[in-house]
Every structure is written in structure tokens, then in C-alpha cells.
């Protein structure tokens, strides 16, 4: 999961691609990036725009929603905000910390571990569990990931609630 203080992670994945650029990250400007992320709320910095759902500014940050949206359905928090972050060349996230914006009814850790222990955060799974190779992304450059859109296009992301993984985060 989280790497302790003295894991300094370096090029995680040896050398860089040749002949980089665009072929290995074709993120854009960003200049829409809080509208895709759903407004006004903490971010990192990394755009949406240009990149497929295995580069982890995208999936992670559906999945983030995903499941924050979950813990809000449990009961455990009336909002949720989840921080997660990767190093390149791990398919774990580095930090995740999920932090209820109002008491929540379980300790942060407690939390953090459900959470854990209910989505799974490696890339592949991600794109798996929201069906992110679906020709979705016209849609969301045009408008933004949170605008309204057809049902079975971007609004969908995250949106769909599974009540099994409700019930097991409240237990």
C-alpha cells in the first residue's frame, strides 16, 4: 500500500520510453482539468485530456470518485473526499487517504482501510471495474467528465452504485 519514509522510489521504471514525448504521455494543456474533476476540490495537477484510462491522472481519479460516492451511500460520511497517488512502475497507489468533510462515523484509518480493501486501486483493475475502454472520451473532451452527457457515456463514470460494495464497507 503506502510506502514508508525511506522508500525513495527513482525512475520506477527504468529508462524513459524512446522516443517519449506524446508517445508515452499525451496529456494536453489541462486547462479544463477542474471541470473534469468535478469542480473546485483539491488536485494534483494531472489533466485528463489526451491520456487513456491506463495513465492513472484519469482512472484513479474515476475510481476516487467511485468510491468516494460509495462511503457516502454506507452511511459512513455524509461527504467524502479520497487522495490517492502513484509512483510510475507501481501499480499500488504511494498514498491513499480517504478524509470525510464532515465527522464521519468511523476513525480516517478505519476508513482508509475498508476502502482498501473494498476497490481495487492497480490500473488494470480500475479500467476493468468501470469499463473505461468504452468508447467514452469524445464526449468528455468536448464537454468535461462531470457535464451531462448521455446515460451511457460520461456521466455513467462512477455513477453506478453496487450494493455489495456498500455492504462491505459498512462491516
Known sequence: MASTPNNLIVNGTGS???PGGPYSDAG?????IIVDTYGGGKH???AFSGKDPSKVDRSAA???RWAAKHVVAAGLA????VQVSYAIGRAQPSVFWPTPLEQGAISDLELSNRIL???DWRPAAMISNLDLKRPIYQVTAQ???SVAAPQTTATSLGSVFHEDRIEALRS
Open 117 to 119: 480493501r473494498v476497490f
Open 44 to 46: 494534483g495537477g494531472g
Open 62 to 64: 474515476y475510481n476516487a
Open 78 to 81: 455524509d461527504r467524502c473526499e
Open 143 to 145: 464537454g468535461a467528465t
Open 16 to 18: 524513459f520510453p524512446d
Open 28 to 32: 494536453l494543456t489541462g486547462r479544463k
